[in-house]
């Protein structure tokens, strides 16, 4: 099957993350996810896999076994089979020749990808490129990276003389919602050295750095009463929360912030005059400058309960920078990457990822895991869009990987 082919009839199938069921712990948290690993399962079969399984959360993983007797690591590559809750319709993919300054998605809704407002679609004039109607996400984060992943099975089922080392795949569930899908991942078990995540964004994007992530949830308990008789007697936790907010460092927020640049996001703010109740994102790429943030949310929430009384703070770790992973001897996934990506004469742009992606979980658990592209562009939106050219190359990459893996340790 063609790869366009491929990653069109994965689009076909629904698998938006559901994030009230995700917040229930229910894994996975759409059925369209379980329908798509159970149609993996059949072709991954299909293509001579070995191993195939796929558990009752929808994780996906097999094996291709090698065809050398040599010691060659065992490569793992990655991507997850949810698309992110910003929009839920189904998705009407067509391919379009990139031809002006803008490509029309829906001419009834007046809806069109331009770019003027999308520079970076300048470079791909010429180009087939896969959009949507303008009604929905198209699913390339995260269905190119599956569709790259499986092409790349496919030729080494069609090319068996091409020698290869032992390489495992998984598709995961529920990315888009606190990484769920790599958190329940048993890395253990599945006997991989190290491993590629496919889940950023242009051609020749590499990422080997980005957030160490936590969160803080501050409770306010007030004390209520009635406005007649409320003197000397109220305490409004909703102010008190305000006040917290307040002393956040200024300018320190995602939207004044870019690059390496941490940040203190107020996530949510719930509640009354009684109990408040505030949840905030805490980012750096530093794990210092991360450790120091923590404290400074902890000894805020300190020093306003010496003077208040009623705060209480729950911080708690999400993933660490998966740079922490790659350091030293464990930096030969980053090396490997770049022989793949030079011998694909593809241009590699290391960005620091102001993100997580499933990668940095497995970082965690013991499996160093860089991030390649997909070669799509606009995540989560409706303008969402995906070069052919850019998609085709993704899956070179992958099997230019599997290649210097074995060429390196094949000594």
């Not at 995961?172 to 990484?179: K, R, S």
């Not at 850019?390 to 290649?403: D, F, G, R, T, Y």
């Amino acid at each position: 099957m063609d790869i366009v082919e491929r990653f069109l009839a994965y689009t076909q199938i629904n698998t938006t993350t559901d994030r009230e069921k995700g917040a229930i712990g229910i894994m996975p948290s759409s059925s369209g996810q379980m329908v798509l690993a159970k149609h993996l399962e059949q072709e991954l079969l299909a293509l001579g896999l070995k191993d195939v399984q796929v558990s009752e959360r929808a994780i996906v993983t097999a094996t291709l076994l090698a065809n050398t007797n040599k010691d060659i690591p065992i490569v793992a590559f990655f991507a997850h089979l949810d698309t992110s809750a910003e929009q839920k319709a189904d998705t009407k993919a067509k391919i379009v020749t990139h031809t002006s300054s803008s490509i029309c998605l829906n001419e009834a809704l007046d809806i069109y990808l331009t770019e003027k407002e999308f520079p970076e679609l300048a470079q791909y004039r010429g180009q087939d490129i896969v959009v949507t109607d303008g009604t929905s996400l198209l699913g390339a984060d995260d269905k190119a990276a599956i569709a790259a992943i499986m092409d790349t099975l496919q030729f080494y089922k069609a090319n068996p003389d091409i020698p290869h080392g032992t390489v495992k795949v998984a598709f995961l569930p529920d990315e888009e919602q606190g990484l769920r899908g790599a958190k329940a991942f048993d890395v253990e078990s599945f006997g991989a050295q190290f491993g590629y995540t496919l889940d950023c964004c242009g051609i020749g994007e590499f990422v080997c750095e980005n957030w160490n992530a936590g969160d803080a949830v501050v409770t306010f308990i007030g004390q209520s009463a009635h406005p007649m008789s409320a003197k000397g007697k109220l305490k409004n936790s909703l102010l008190m929360a305000h006040k917290f907010i307040a002393m956040l460092p200024p300018g320190e927020a995602p939207e004044y912030t870019e690059k390496r640049e941490g940040y203190y996001w107020v996530k949510e703010l719930s509640g009354n005059s009684a109990k408040t109740v505030l949840k905030l994102d805490i980012r750096d790429f530093c794990r210092e400058g991360y450790k120091n943030r923590m404290a400074f949310l902890g000894k805020l929430a300190e020093q306003m309960n010496d003077l208040y009384g009623g705060v209480v703070i729950d911080l708690s770790d999400r993933y660490e920078n998966v740079a922490n992973s790659l350091q030293g001897g464990m930096s030969y996934p980053i090396s490997i990457a770049q022989e793949a990506y030079q011998n694909c004469d593809i241009e590699m742009r290391q960005i620091p990822m102001r993100g997580g992606y499933d990668g940095a979980v497995l970082s965690q658990k013991g499996l160093p895991c860089p991030n390649l592209f997909t070669g799509a562009h606009n995540f989560h939106s409706i303008y969402e869009y995906l070069p052919v050219d850019s998609l085709k190359a993704a899956s070179k990459v992958v099997q230019q990987i599997i290649s210097t893996t074995h060429n390196k340790f094949n000594q």
